[in-house]
């Protein structure tokens, strides 16, 4: 059974950069939708970013207005691999970050909703210090 596995998290200060992977092993990402999430101790699960690609040169992006102009999701089907490159990061965006698949969702339309991704990793520790 494959797996995601998302690296790149760690501590960074105010106003920096950091770059999130995910990289799907046992699995190819093919077509999957894929998604960031994230979840800050005692908050719910809050959507990200999304990106959907429809096997040829057509690649779709969602963003929460939260992070929409600093954050940006890529994905790189060859090595099976979803990127979130963040940048300008606030202490308040301090939480764990998932990245997740969806076996069957859109081509076209990235979804913010949890529920229709089934794949999930484990999570990376993103810590932003004022």
């Known amino acids: 059974q494959g797996q995601l596995v998302e690296s790149g998290g760690g501590l960074v200060q105010a106003g920096g950069s950091l770059r999130l992977s995910c990289a799907a092993s046992?699995?190819?990402?093919?077509?999957?939708?894929l998604c960031w999430f994230r979840q800050a101790p005692g908050k719910t699960r809050e959507f990200v970013a999304a990106i959907t690609w429809d096997g040829g040169s057509t690649y779709s992006t969602n963003y929460a207005d939260s992070v929409k102009g600093r954050f940006t999701i890529a994905r790189a089907n060859v090595v099976n691999t979803v990127y979130l490159q963040m940048n300008s990061l606030k202490p308040e965006e301090k939480a764990v970050y998932y990245c997740?698949?969806?076996?069957?969702?859109?081509?076209?339309?990235?979804?913010?909703?949890?529920?229709?991704?089934?794949?999930w990793g484990q999570g990376t520790q993103v810590t932003v210090s004022s």
């Open positions: 997740a698949a969806s076996a069957s969702g859109s081509y076209y339309y990235p979804s913010a909703n949890w529920l229709e991704y089934s794949y």
């Open positions: 046992g699995r190819t990402i093919g077509t999957y939708p």
